[in-house]
């Protein structure tokens, strides 16, 4: 008989090829955590430019008082799911401390922002209805329409122009018609046009918008609200979709919204009714650290500021940078043994930043994925942009003229 | 799909055009070429002919249907469904 795994044979065979012995992505591991934006590493200590961790509240004091305290007044785990004996006061807290962040009515916690996407996006939208969704979306937007009844399309990556004339052929349909796209697109960092999708969303019929605000959230608009507080069209944003496991610093997910009966969804959605509930502890430091993000404005001057030096110092050297400033720098790597080679020399510098290959990338990209922490210091990220120089002028990626020049300008 | 049915031969001729820029293989087009074993299509290469697809007839083919297209002529037949239900 086949085994089992021999499906992915050619798969693990390139891998292997690709990767060899030796450190790579795999199995890399943080022996010690020594704050937000340091580790060790195979015994190397190392900066962390890689962790989503966009405004550093991982350890957050008055989060890490607040789970503290929920561990001990409510232990370890709820062991049950939010219909069953998993709802604890907490989640009720968080619940309404998430309507308070994003002035909306109603909001549902999920386990994950992996979940709220599978949960929301498999049962919202009926077998009459159609989901059209950005290119760029993220897997588990994806894995989430694949379960819906609706009718899937896809629309050009960021091109509204495109998505209107998909919605002129659907006009005389009767069904209701969701928009799905993302505030800020995890691999390169380029952001949503969410003016111009409010604005196509407006001109038709029984059409609503839902915005994963996943790398958003915490980082753009006065108030963390995400891109659509940025471009004033919170109104025509009827759901967003998004996670505690980057600005919030802790894990889980969540959707809100304004529609109402809203609540319907806590009945039948499966990625919320079967699934246990977050612990205690999360769920504190979760609601505490919305708190510190609505006026966290400082925070986010920071991510500004460290965006801006770490794009123009990497850009500076020659390469190629996938997006605008933005909190994700996407170095662009000219094929995957390079982006390997790369990622490994830096890696062995101290630097730890992702790598993302196709097919998880868009264009077929070979990244070097860095995202910006508030809590880099200007230091950290000029050694950050050091050893990219050392490691991209080692792999012949950049010519030390065009460096020099970048140096006295 | 239904088997007996074919699709229009316009239908066709544009897919082969198209899926000649995609062919890898060298295989020879045929309505029965499968994409995936044939073509080696993989899941994004998919993803990148049904976009050219899309923009050459100007239509949105619904991801639900890509379970059940293998062949150049399953394609082809729900391309001539998409037109027709868009009443062209
Ligand atoms: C756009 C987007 N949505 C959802 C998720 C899932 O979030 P979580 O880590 O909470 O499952 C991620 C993170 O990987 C993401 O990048």
Known sequence: MANLFDRWAPLMAQRDALFGDGINPFNVVMDEVLSQTEATIGGRHTILVGTNNYLGLTFQPEALKAAHDALDACGTGTTGSRMANGTYYGHKDLETALCDFFQKKHAMVFSTGFLANMGILSTLM???????????????????????SAQVIRFKHND????????????????????????????????????????????????????????????????????????????????????????????????????????????VTRAYIFTASLPPSVVASATVNLEIIKNGGVLRKRIERNSEQLHSGLAALGLKIASDVSPVVAVVAPDPVTAIAFWRGLIEAGVYVNLALPPATPFGYCLLRASICAAHTEEQLDRVIGIFADVATKLGLIDTDTQKVAARA | MNASAEPSPDTLATLVKILAGFNKTGTELKPETRFTEDLNFDSLVVMEFVAVVEDDFDISVPLNILPDVATVKDLALAIDKILKDDGR
Not at chain 1, 170 to 197: C, Q, R, T
């Open chain 1, 126 to 148: 009926g077998p009459e209805d159609f989901i059209l969704m950005d290119a760029d979306c993220h897997a588990s937007i994806y894995d989430g329409v694949r379960g819906s």
């Open chain 1, 160 to 267: 509204p122009a495109d998505l209107d004339k998909r919605l002129a052929r659907l006009a005389d349909k009767p069904g209701n018609k969701l928009i799905v796209v993302e505030g800020i697109y995890s691999m390169l960092g380029d952001k949503a046009p969410m003016a111009e999708f409010a604005a196509v969303k407006r001109k038709y019929e029984n059409v609503y918008l839902l915005s994963d605000e996943a790398h958003s959230m915490g980082v753009c608009g006065r108030y963390g609200r995400g891109v659509p507080e940025e471009a004033g069209v919170e109104d025509d944003v009827d759901f967003i979709v998004g996670t505690f496991s980057k600005s919030v610093g802790t894990v889980g997910g969540f959707c809100v919204s304004n529609l109402d009966n809203f609540d319907t969804l806590r009945l």
